[in-house]
């Protein structure tokens, strides 16, 4: 009974030492890098644009949908 009394503990505890373990037993892997690291640009493009054709909510409006 006295196990019961101590359960966060012995959880912490639990917790702690998987942690570790979990920490200690892990392998790192190397870092691979690609092949070719040089990055094309595409000339004049044309940027996308957007327009917005709506018209603005006044307060009342604003205070309605609330």
Request: glycine share 2%; net charge neutral; no cysteine.
């Amino acid at each position: 009974m006295n196990a019961l009394k101590h359960m966060e503990a012995i959880f912490v505890v639990v917790a702690a030492v998987a942690l570790s373990v979990t920490f200690a037993t892990t392998e790192t892997k190397p870092l691979t890098v690609a092949a070719d690291p040089v990055v094309s640009v595409q000339g004049d493009a044309p940027m996308p644009v957007v327009t917005i054709a709506a018209k603005r909510l006044t307060a009342a409006e604003k205070a309605a949908l609330i």
